[in-house]
């Protein structure tokens, strides 16, 4: 396809074309190149219950290290991925490991995937999902996927059908970065989602002294009455734990709990909240 591509860019001829599309053939070639030698892996950030301590699940991440060592972000590549369509190969590739990772998991926690917009708008996607789902044997309700606020404002019936008919499957849909964007309250009320993540940016604005945050206060009860869950990202410090644990936020994850890890440390970190049911730092505040 790569190969395809690149073809047509060089039959577009006229050289302004031919660069712009010449770069996203290159950058297709690159990373299917990147995918089966091997550079891209799956990483799992434990997302922690802060009332009882106890993992609920993770997030799996997707990372690139280039055979010479260097580490691209995935703030950089999946951009980049999305412009020139290799993201939906990524996509594939990431929630068929990160299924068959978690369907043999000691405990039967939850998975959570990224979604890019551009596989949630292709008319394809929820069978692609329903298909991985009965190779991996992974159970629908076991799988959350992750969405954003901006995806959803792009009001496309297809990407609404499809995470209306996920949702009816089993599936949970989480929409991330809430907050950054500018969905309008009657959207909100009408989005197929079970769960708000709140971004780490209001996360991070945390003071260390505040015994209050007005905008997780808000995010929280805005998501209380339209039946969600909350999962805050981001959390880094034990009064930002306190803060959201008063204003009834359900679950955490950051580095306070855990670094994305490969899959045995995911593994070992369920297994030990399995075996001891440790408490996590910090007093849950709400009766
Ligand atoms: P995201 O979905 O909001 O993921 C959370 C990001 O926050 C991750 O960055 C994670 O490593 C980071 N993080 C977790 N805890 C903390 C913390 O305590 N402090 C700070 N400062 N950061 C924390 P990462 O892995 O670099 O990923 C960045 C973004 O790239 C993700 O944001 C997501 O939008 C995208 N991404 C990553 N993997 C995939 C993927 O498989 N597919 C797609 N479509 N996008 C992905
Ligand atoms: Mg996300
Ligand atoms: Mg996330
Ligand atoms: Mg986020």
């Given at each position: 396809?790569?190969?395809?591509?690149?073809?047509?860019?060089?039959?577009?001829?006229?050289?302004?074309?031919?660069?712009?599309?010449?770069?996203?053939?290159?950058?297709?070639?690159?990373?299917?190149?990147?995918?089966?030698?091997?550079?891209?892996?799956?990483?799992?950030?434990?997302?922690?219950?802060?009332?009882?301590?106890?993992?609920?699940?993770?997030?799996?991440?997707?990372?690139?290290?280039?055979?010479?060592?260097?580490?691209?972000?995935?703030?950089?590549?999946?951009?980049?991925?999305?412009?020139?369509?290799?993201?939906?190969?990524?996509?594939?590739?990431?929630?068929?490991?990160?299924?068959r990772e978690a369907a043999s998991w000691p405990v039967p926690a939850k998975i959570t995937v990224n979604v890019s917009g551009r596989e949630l708008?292709?008319?394809?996607?929820?069978?692609?999902?329903?298909?991985?789902?009965?190779?991996?044997?992974?159970?629908?309700?076991?799988?959350?996927?992750?969405?954003?606020?901006?995806?959803?404002?792009?009001?496309?019936?297809?990407?609404?059908?499809?995470?209306?008919?996920?949702?009816?499957?089993?599936?949970?849909?989480?929409?991330?970065?809430?907050?950054?964007?500018?969905?309008?309250?009657?959207?909100?009320?009408?989005?197929?989602?079970?769960?708000?993540?709140?971004?780490?940016?209001?996360?991070?604005?945390?003071?260390?002294?505040?015994?209050?945050?007005?905008?997780?206060?808000?995010?929280?009860?805005?998501?209380?009455?339209?039946?969600?869950?909350?999962?805050?990202?981001?959390?880094?410090?034990?009064?930002?734990?306190?803060?959201?644990?008063?204003?009834?936020?359900?679950?955490?994850?950051?580095?306070?709990?855990?670094?994305?890890?490969?899959?045995?440390?995911?593994?070992?970190?369920?297994?030990?909240?399995?075996?001891?049911?440790?408490?996590?730092?910090?007093?849950?505040?709400?009766?």
């Open positions: 396809r790569a190969e395809a591509a690149l073809e047509e860019a060089r039959r577009a001829g006229g050289r302004r074309i031919f660069c712009s599309a010449d770069s996203a053939a290159d950058s297709w070639a690159e990373m299917a190149a990147a995918l089966s030698a091997g550079e891209f892996t799956v990483v799992y950030q434990p997302i922690v219950d802060l009332r009882s301590g106890r993992v609920t699940g993770a997030e799996a991440l997707l990372r690139w290290a280039r055979a010479n060592g260097t580490r691209v972000s995935p703030v950089d590549f999946i951009p980049r991925a999305e412009r020139s369509g290799f993201v939906t190969e990524l996509g594939r590739f990431v929630l068929e490991t990160a299924g708008h292709q008319p394809g996607y929820y069978d692609q999902v329903a298909a991985t789902l009965m190779t991996t044997g992974l159970p629908p309700e076991r799988l959350v996927l992750e969405v954003t606020e901006s995806m959803l404002e792009a009001d496309s019936p297809v990407a609404l059908t499809t995470l209306r008919r996920l949702r009816a499957l089993g599936i949970r849909i989480a929409v991330d970065d809430f907050g950054t964007g500018w969905s309008s309250l009657s959207r909100l009320d009408r989005l197929p989602a079970d769960v708000l993540k709140i971004d780490q940016s209001f996360v991070a604005a945390i003071a260390p002294e505040a015994t209050s945050a007005p905008l997780i206060a808000a995010i929280t009860a805005l998501a209380a009455a339209l039946g969600l869950r909350t999962v805050a990202e981001g959390v880094e410090e034990q009064h930002q734990a306190t803060v959201l644990a008063r204003h009834g936020c359900e679950e955490v994850q950051g580095w306070l709990y855990g670094r994305p890890g490969d899959s045995a440390s995911i593994r070992a970190a369920l297994r030990r909240h399995v075996a001891t049911d440790a408490p996590v730092p910090g007093e849950p505040l709400r009766p």
